[in-house]
């Protein structure tokens, strides 16, 4: 079965950084595009950033310049550098994997992060 398992979530104050990891199994990873989604309480989950299965990136514009994503096919782990952090990235982070081709989409458990004083 597939399995995506996030890690690297914590307590930051702001202008701290982060790196999330994602760590996938069960899956044909370099096939997969990867990304990072967000989620508080009472709002939508959204997109964070998002890697491409040819390595192409997108982020949100709330991020851009701020963070990174990267892949390592290889090792099949996505991470997520997050610099200059601000309390509104306060949230539940999300590892997500899709395929459109194969209709297959997999979500990991979620790590928190948390930015404050």
């Known amino acids: 079965q597939a399995q995506l398992v996030e890690s690297g979530g914590g307590l930051v104050q702001p202008g701290g950084s982060l790196r999330l990891s994602c760590a996938a199994s069960?899956?044909?990873?370099?096939?997969?595009?990867m990304a990072w989604y967000r989620q508080v309480p009472g709002k939508q989950r959204e997109l964070v950033a998002r890697?491409?299965?040819?390595?192409?990136?997108n982020y949100a514009d709330s991020v851009k310049g701020r963070f990174t994503i990267s892949r390592d096919n290889a090792k099949k782990t996505v991470s997520l550098q997050m610099n200059s952090l601000k309390p509104e990235d306060t949230a539940l982070y999300y590892c997500?994997?899709?395929?459109?081709?194969?209709?297959?989409?997999?979500w990991g458990q979620g790590t928190q992060v948390t930015v404050s004083s």
């Open positions: 997500n994997a899709n395929h459109i081709e194969v209709r297959s989409n997999y």
């Open positions: 069960g899956i044909i990873f370099r096939m997969y595009d």
């Open positions: 890697i491409v299965a040819g390595g192409n990136t």
